[in-house]
Structure formats: C-alpha cells, structure tokens
C-alpha cells in the first residue's frame, strides 16, 4: 500500500509554536506500529521534515523490498528509508 499526505495537523502545530525538535518523536512509533501488526514501514520524507509524508506498507517478509529502502536514522532523529 502506498499513501501520500500533503497535510498534518500535528506538525502544522509544531511549527507554528516553534516546537519541530519533537516531531521525531511523534513520527518514529509509526514504524513500531506497523511491527506490531507484522508490516513494515517506509518512509522517505514526513510532513514534518518536507512537503509530504510518503507511506509505503508492505509485509515484514518481503525482504526483497526491505532490501531496496534500506532503514537509517538521519540527523535530525528520523526513522527514514532510502
């Protein structure tokens, strides 16, 4: 499944009041929720950190694909894929 969203009420909220250093916070348990039900999480960008928040989930065994968008943390402490 692939989703894309070009709005999000929360990080709206941490810009306005100055507050974006927590937004990895509340963007990273996407990627625990999605282990949770035996998915995996890949995501590029966040509305947060730029103008979309690109969701891919896909089966946690579809190792062929997990292998493609290899999981990093970037400067800023996002969980990100490649």
Not at 33 to 57: P, S, W
Request: charged content about 30%.
């Amino acid at each position: 499944m692939y989703y894309e969203f070009t709005k999000c009420p929360i990080a709206d909220f941490a810009r306005e009041h100055n507050l974006s250093e927590v937004m990895p916070a509340m963007c990273n348990p996407d990627y625990t929720a999605m282990e949770l039900i035996h998915a995996r999480l890949v995501r590029k960008i966040t509305c947060a950190n730029g103008c979309v928040c690109d969701y891919t989930i896909c089966g946690d065994k579809d190792e062929e694909y997990l292998k493609q968008h290899e999981e990093y943390i970037d400067d800023e402490s996002y969980r990100r894929n490649k």
